[in-house]
C-alpha cells in the first residue's frame, strides 16, 4: 500500500463517515435513503456514459454487488432506526475488516506481508475497542443499545464484508475502476426509491422535499468515497485496503461528539492512536 493508495482511502474514509451522518440525521432513513439513491442513478448514470465499459467477467460480481448493497442499505437503515449513530456506526464498521481479512486469505487466497498484517490487527484492535465503546457509553438522554440494534450493526458489518471481497474482485476483472463505479452505482440506486414510491405513493415527493439538498449531497459524497475505495483495490491487498478504509470510525466519532453531542472520551483517542499505528505499519509493509 502506496502513500498514495492510503491517502485515498483515508479521504475515502472521511467522506463516507459524512454521508452516513448526514444518512442518520435525516429522521425518515427512507426518505433519506431514497434521495442518496436518486444521487446515486445521476452520479452512477453520468460516471458510466463517460467511462469505459467494464469488461464481461466482471459483470457477475457487479451484478452480485448491487444484490449485496442493497441488502447492505436496508440493514443500514434498520440499525440507524433503532440505535444511536454512536452505537451502531462503529460495531457495522468495525465488523467489517476482521471478515475482509478472512475471505480475502480463503477466497482470494491473499496473504499479506507481516508488517502489513500487524497492521490491519493493531488497525482492528482499535475498531473493535471503539465499537465495544459505542455500545457501553452513549450520549446523554439516549436509549441503550438494544439486542435488534446491535444485531442490524453485526448483520450490517458482515454484508459491507462480502460485497467488499466481491467488489474487489469485479473491479480488478473489469479494467476500468471509473467505469465499474458508474455501472455498479447506477443500477443499485433506483432500487430503493422505486420500494418508497410503492410503499409512500402521492405522500413521497412532499416528504422528500425538506431533506432535498441534504440527502442529495449524500448520495453524491457515497459515490465519491467508494469510487475511491474501488480505485484502491486495484492497487492494494483488500485487508489492508478494508481496515484503512473503517478508519472512518475514527471521523465518525468526530461528528458524533461535534454534531450529535456524543462524548468523544479517551477511549475514543485510544482507538485513534491506535488506528494511526496500524496506518504506519501497513506503510512500513508496503515500502
Given amino acids: ?25 435525516i429522521r425518515d432513513q427512507l426518505v433519506a435513503f431514497t434521495l442518496i439513491g436518486a444521487a446515486d442513478v445521476l452520479c452512477g448514470g453520468l460516471i458510466a456514459a463517460a467511462a469505459p465499459v467494464p469488461a464481461p467477467a466482471s459483470w457477475p460480481y457487479l451484478l452480485a454487488s448491487v444484490v449485496l448493497h442493497t441488502g447492505y442499505q436496508a440493514l443500514l437503515m434498520r440499525a440507524f432506526r433503532l440505535g444511536d449513530f454512536g452505537q451502531v456506526y462503529p460495531i457495522a464498521r468495525g465488523t467489517a475488516p476482521l471478515v475482509v481479512t478472512v475471505l480475502a ?18 488497525a482492528c484492535a ?12 452513549r450520549a446523554p438522554g439516549s436509549a441503550p443499545p438494544t439486542q435488534p440494534a446491535l444485531l442490524a450493526a453485526f448483520a450490517t458489518g458482515c454484508a459491507i464484508a462480502v460485497y467488499t471481497v466481491v467488489d474487489g ?69 483488500l485487508a489492508p485496503v478494508a481496515a484503512l478504509r ?17 462524548r468523544f472520551g479517551a477511549a475514543r483517542v485510544v482507538a485513534a492512536a491506535l488506528m494511526a499505528s496500524g496506518i504506519a505499519l501497513m506503510l512500513t509493509g508496503s515500502s
Fill in 1 to 25: 500500500m502506496t502513500p498514495l493508495v492510503a491517502l485515498a482511502v483515508l479521504t475515502a474514509a472521511a467522506v463516507h463517515a459524512g454521508w452516513n451522518a448526514i444518512a442518520h440525521r
Fill in 105 to 122: 486469505l480463503v477466497v482470494v487466497n491473499e496473504r499479506p506481508g507481516f508488517w502489513q498484517t500487524a497492521g490491519v490487527a493493531v
Fill in 126 to 137: 482499535g475498531l473493535c475497542g471503539l465499537a465495544l465503546w459505542g455500545v457501553r457509553r
Fill in 169 to 237: 474482485l469485479g473491479v480488478r476483472a473489469s479494467g476500468t475502476p471509473l467505469g465499474y463505479t458508474g455501472w455498479l452505482v447506477a443500477l443499485m440506486g433506483p432500487v430503493i426509491p422505486l420500494y418508497a414510491l410503492a410503499v409512500r405513493r402521492g405522500r413521497l415527493l412532499a416528504q422528500l422535499r425538506p431533506a432535498a439538498r441534504l440527502g442529495l449531497l449524500g448520495g453524491v459524497m457515497s459515490t465519491a468515497a467508494y469510487g475511491l475505495v474501488l480505485w484502491a483495490q486495484t492497487r492494494a491487498p
Fill in 246 to 262: 473503517e478508519s472512518s470510525i475514527i471521523a465518525g466519532a468526530a461528528i458524533g461528539a461535534v454534531v450529535f453531542k456524543e
